[in-house]
């Protein structure tokens, strides 16, 4: 993402998008508010979780990729740019369907790898992550056994639910604190991106 | 790279290859550990506290990177870039009496990171996030495949509850070993030769 400094335009950070799913995110409070959102829609889905007496969690299980990269990061589409080059799908309308590297589908004009400083924002992002990491990992232990105490029956019940909330959170984690942490740009918002970005 | 020595139980630690030595023998001592708590998990469930009090002891003590208290000792620079906390009156009373010139507030390149640094410390954290994260999958499979087990929706003759059960402990002991420890000793292991002069 570019900001505007005068006429010099500088990058500042791993954004991928100016938009996304119909939100905005020029500004850091923007972007706070789509972390904001969707923990809250995560918190949602484990209070509907503990409280129906599904047990067949498949099909949700199934798209843990997809929900834990919604903002991006490991898995394109999302606001944050991906972390490393993705392994892409095979071209299997093209004219060339080989295995090799020049049978699969290219990328649009949008992505391109990180750079020096992007990388350096990245890193920095899994630091914070990892840190904050340790302490969740703690509480959820000791909540667990705490409940445990009370509602063992329960809980056994839950297990693999609450275990895949907290991989939801894992793979979420350093694209949410590249977003929260972002500061504003000189401006107070973004008035340009790279070419190509929506 | 260093808090306040480049020695380790009085062996250097400049060569690249005399840390990675140190790693390997960190490792191979925890895994030592982790086996011995995996074997005795069933008659002594307790065991596994002491893989994490050795783990500890190798994470402050040997490899470093520890804040607060732990950031006096280890290899490396407090991570979290901050002074070590102030040691107690009575300490720097007797180091008063020993060395009168090294008491007082810790010299600020003994704890400070610079920035190659806190890039180092950074790209060590995103390196050690993918390995802690992914033992998440394994944890949540293994514990799918034992809710199986004991519903009895899958019956093999070496595949019993308890067997799945050891099986998530391990994973976990494992994991929780790596995460205290893995970012530092990939720093320690990636730090080219240090040439002192």
């Known amino acids: ?198 | 790279m260093t808090a306040a020595s480049y020695k380790v139980f009085g062996i250097p630690m400049e060569q690249q290859r005399a840390r990675r030595k140190l790693v390997v023998a960190v490792y191979a001592v925890l895994l030592m550990f982790c086996v011995g708590s995996i074997v005795f998990a069933r008659t002594a469930p307790i065991a596994y506290n002491w893989t994490i009090y050795v783990t500890m002891a190798a994470a402050m003590l040997v490899f470093g990177g520890v804040g607060g208290v732990g950031g006096r000792y280890g290899l490396i620079k407090p991570f979290p870039n901050k002074p070590p906390r102030p040691e107690p009156v009575m300490v720097d009373a007797i180091r008063l009496q020993l060395a009168p010139m090294t008491a007082g507030t810790p010299d600020e390149s003994s704890w400070k990171n610079d920035e190659r640094e806190l890039s180092r410390r950074d790209r060590a954290h995103y390196q050690a996030y993918q390995v802690v994260a992914s033992a998440f999958p394994v944890v949540l499979l293994l514990a799918a495949l034992g809710l199986k087990v004991a519903q009895g929706s899958l019956q093999l003759a070496w595949l019993t509850t308890t067997t799945v059960l050891q099986s998530i402990f391990a994973v976990a002991l494992l994991e929780t070993v790596l995460a205290m420890t893995l970012p530092a000793a990939i720093i320690l292991w990636n730090e080219p030769d240090i040439d002192l002069g």
Request: cysteine-free; overall charge neutral.
């Open chain 1, 1 to 198: 993402m570019i900001w505007a400094e005068g006429a010099l335009f500088v990058e500042v950070w791993v954004l991928e998008q100016t938009q996304f799913l119909g939100m905005p995110l020029k500004t850091q409070k923007q972007r706070r508010l789509l972390v904001v959102l969707y923990y809250a829609v995560l918190f949602g889905l484990a209070v509907v979780g503990l409280w129906i007496n599904k047990r067949d969690w498949g099909p949700l299980v199934a798209q843990t990729f997809v929900v834990g990269g919604l903002l991006g990061g490991i898995r394109i589409g999302g606001p944050v740019k991906i972390y490393e080059e993705p392994i892409l799908p095979l071209d299997m309308e093209g004219a060339v369907q080989t295995l090799n590297l020049s049978g699969r589908k290219r990328f649009d004009s949008t992505w391109s790898s990180l750079d020096e400083r992007e990388r350096g924002q990245r890193d920095m992002a899994h630091y914070t992550a990892y840190r904050i990491l340790r302490w969740s990992f703690g509480l959820f232990v000791l909540g667990y056994f705490g409940v445990s105490a009370f509602a063992p029956a329960w809980l056994a019940d839950k297990t693999l639910f609450l275990l895949w909330l907290f991989l939801l959170y894992v793979l979420s984690l350093p694209q949410a604190v590249v977003l929260w942490t972002e500061p504003e740009g000189p401006a107070g918002e973004l008035v340009e991106v790279r070419a190509g970005a929506r």
